[in-house]
Nanobody
């Protein structure tokens, strides 16, 4: 089982990036998936999560209204559209999947993790 995150990069404040997370090795049918991020010297924090059916999404207050999580189950891929980026969004972004169907904010509740992709927002 492998999750491959991609799409990170360097962008100016106010810009946009779209992250992708491709799953291989198994299908995550019925599984909720999420995005987390970790800045240097800080703990990993929840960003957004989505259920298999897209019926339920959840966002951290710090990104609500700017970020949009989505998934294409036919492609076994999840996305994070990030708009109006701020310097404080700078971090390594990780995608994750859990065997449970409900969205969750705690990293310990996720069973599979990608390797991370760096997002750097300059002021």
């Amino acid at each position: 089982v492998q999750l491959q995150a991609s799409g990170g990069g360097l962008v100016q404040a106010g810009g946009s990036l779209r992250l992708s997370c491709a799953a291989s090795g198994r299908t995550f049918s019925g599984s909720a998936m999420g995005w987390f991020r970790q800045a240097p010297g800080k703990e990993r924090e929840f960003v957004a999560a989505i259920t298999w059916s897209d019926a339920d999404t959840l966002y951290a207050m710090s990104v609500k209204g700017r970020f949009t999580i989505s998934r294409d189950n036919a492609k076994n891929t999840m996305y994070l559209q990030m708009n109006v980026l701020k310097p404080e969004d700078t971090a390594v972004y990780y995608c994750a999947a859990r065997t449970g169907q409900n969205v969750a904010t705690m990293p310990v509740l996720y069973d599979y993790w990608g390797q991370g992709t760096q997002v750097t927002v300059s002021s």
